[in-house]
T-cell receptor, first 114, second 115 residues
Framework: ETGVTQSPTHLIKTRGQQVTLRCSSQ?????VSWYQQALGQGPQFIFQ???????GRGNFPPRFSGLQFPNYSSELNVNALELDDSALYLC?????????????FGPGTRLLVL | AQTVTQSQPEMSVQEAETVTLSCTYD???????LFWYKQPPSRQMILVIR??????QNATENRFSVNFQKAAKSFSLKISDSQLGDAAMYFC????????????FGTGTSLTVIP
């Protein structure tokens, strides 16, 4: 069984640029959530995707957007990057949407905005 | 929004000893799920243990067990017979059983295991 994978592992961008992060969900999982983890903090929920639709969103501005594909993989896009966007971005998948479901995390993408 | 508080930024334990990590949460809901996740230096978050709020029995997974006190809104993690591989950041997380899809995480406790 393949776990959650993310790419790239590290990324350096400059302020104002755009970035796309990618996530492949664990085999058999159809729900993907994205989190931002600033240094020394716990993960903060960005949004969740289920059946290619956004299925819940945290307190993040619209310049954070996402996609989910028919194979359940997902992208996180961030426009107009700001210095505070520097963080570890975690993707988590679960077998289905539903409050009882545990989320399984990928290794993350470390984004540095200069 | 629910809040999760981990008041111990850092903890240390001697190898083979027992350590307890604290977590409290604030919610007005009666039905929810609680989790402990471990994040080693490699960064991948790993589920350690999970507790359903409607269950009175405390969850146990091998050397890991929880003390769930629903009235006190407390959810501590006990690690018995600590091993070097237990060294990591530990996060407590809350998920509603009724509303929303997100996990709410605490700020984490960094556990050091001393040989």
């Amino acid at each position: 069984e393949t776990g959650v994978t993310q790419s790239p592992t590290h990324l350096i961008k400059t302020r104002g640029q755009q970035v796309t992060l990618r996530c492949s969900s664990q085999s058999g999982h159809n729900t993907v959530s994205w989190y931002q983890q600033a240094l020394g903090q716990g993960p903060q929920f960005i949004f969740q995707y289920y059946r290619e639709e956004e299925n819940g969103r945290g307190n993040f501005p619209p310049r954070f957007s996402g996609l989910q594909f028919p194979n359940y993989s997902s992208e996180l896009n961030v426009n107009a990057l700001e210095l505070d966007d520097s963080a570890l971005y975690l993707c988590a998948s679960s077998p289905r949407t539903g409050y009882q479901e545990t989320q399984y995390f990928g290794p993350g993408t470390r984004l540095l905005v200069l | 929004a629910q809040t999760v508080t981990q008041s111990q930024p850092e903890m240390s334990v001697q190898e083979a000893e027992t350590v307890t990590l604290s977590c409290t949460y604030d919610t007005s809901e009666s039905d929810y799920y609680l989790f402990w996740y471990k994040q080693p230096p490699s960064r991948q978050m790993i589920l350690v243990i999970r507790q359903e709020a409607y269950k009175q029995q405390n969850a146990t997974e091998n050397r890991f067990s929880v003390n769930f006190q629903k009235a006190a809104k407390s959810f501590s993690l006990k690690i018995s017979d600590s091993q070097l591989g237990d060294a990591a950041m530990y996060f407590c997380a809350y998920r509603s059983a009724n509303t929303g899809n997100q996990f709410y995480f605490g700020t984490g406790t960094s556990l050091t295991v001393i040989p």
